[in-house]
């Protein structure tokens, strides 16, 4: 592995357990409220039905990796605080900029999404890795990367429909590399 590689991703990996430990040592440590609250219960109590609502068809992989995984309040919302430290991660690796990720990881609304039980900061994790894989796609042209990215959409698509929205962008990436031209990157 090429050392530049590997030292971002000990950068990458340093980002995740500081900001895990971060969100975690702030995260709410009992029953939520609101949506919170509403996720914590139906994960715990695996209730499939509350009022007519069917909350494991809205959100299913978050849903199933919680359940999977935890057994108290607390536990689904460092849940949020894992995905967000990944979100940090993976904006970091897209970017390649310590100081962008902090800033993102710092940030009031990621900051207070890691530290309650919601399925958005799932979102951002995948939302982050596919940056990264459309980064590279666009980089360096090798359809393995476009081939990961709609893979790792279709697995974001099971944690939330807003996965929905980055079609188009992916579909235009496509286009151009099948017709042989190159998008330009401003960045």
Not at 136 to 155: H, I, K, P, Q, S
Request: aromatic fraction near 14%.
């Amino acid at each position: 592995m090429p050392r530049c590689r590997l030292q971002s991703l000990k950068r990458a990996a340093a980002l995740f357990v500081g900001f895990a430990l971060l969100y975690a040592l702030t995260a709410q440590r009992g029953l939520g409220w609101g949506d919170s609250g509403e996720f914590q219960h139906w994960v715990l109590d695996r209730t499939e039905l509350i009022c007519g609502l069917s909350f494991s068809n809205a959100h299913p992989l978050y849903v199933a990796f919680c359940r999977l995984v935890v057994s108290t309040p607390f536990a689904v919302t460092l849940v949020s605080s894992f995905f967000g430290a990944l979100a940090v991660a993976g904006l970091y690796l897209a970017s390649r900029k310590v100081s962008l990720a902090l800033l993102f990881g710092l940030s009031q609304m990621l900051w207070w999404l890691s530290c309650v039980a919601e399925v958005q900061t799932m979102n951002l994790a995948f939302l982050a890795f596919e940056t990264f894989l459309l980064l590279r796609f666009l980089e360096c042209g090798e359809w393995r990367w476009f081939a990961a990215l709609v893979f790792l959409n279709g697995v974001h698509l099971n944690a939330h429909n807003l996965a929905l929205l980055e079609l188009p962008v992916y579909a235009a990436a496509f286009l151009s590399r099948a017709r042989g031209r190159r998008l330009a990157l401003a960045v």
